[in-house]
C-alpha cells in the first residue's frame, strides 16, 4: 500500500483508526523494518466484523521474536476501518 504513494510519504507515521474508534499511530521505521500485513482473509474467507474484521493489521511475530512486547500487541489494529498518512 505504502509502496504506491510517493516518496514524501514513506518517513511520516500512518494513523489507524477501528469501527469502534480505536486508534494507534503505526511508526514509519516499524513499517519499513517488519512490513506489518492488513489482513482481509483468513483460510480463504473474508474476515467478517466478528472474526475481527473486515481489515487487520499485524505484525509478522513469527519473523521477529522482538516483536513479542506489549507496545506492538497494542500497535495490532483489528476491525481496521481508517488509514492516513500525513
Not at 510519504?9 to 492488513?38: E, F, G, K, M
Not at 481489515?55 to 500497535?75: A, G, K, T
Amino acid at each position: 500500500l505504502l509502496q504506491s504513494m510517493d516518496e514524501e510519504t514513506h518517513d511520516r507515521p500512518v494513523y489507524t483508526r477501528s469501527l469502534n474508534h480505536y486508534s494507534v499511530v503505526i511508526p514509519a521505521v516499524d513499517i519499513r523494518r517488519y512490513q506489518p500485513l492488513i489482513a482481509y482473509q483468513r483460510d480463504g474467507q473474508f474476515l467478517s466484523i466478528r472474526d475481527l474484521g473486515p481489515l487487520y493489521l499485524i505484525y509478522p511475530l513469527d519473523d521477529y521474536p522482538e516483536l513479542h512486547q506489549q507496545v506492538f500487541y497494542n500497535r495490532s489494529i483489528w476491525q481496521l476501518s481508517e488509514i492516513h498518512v500525513e
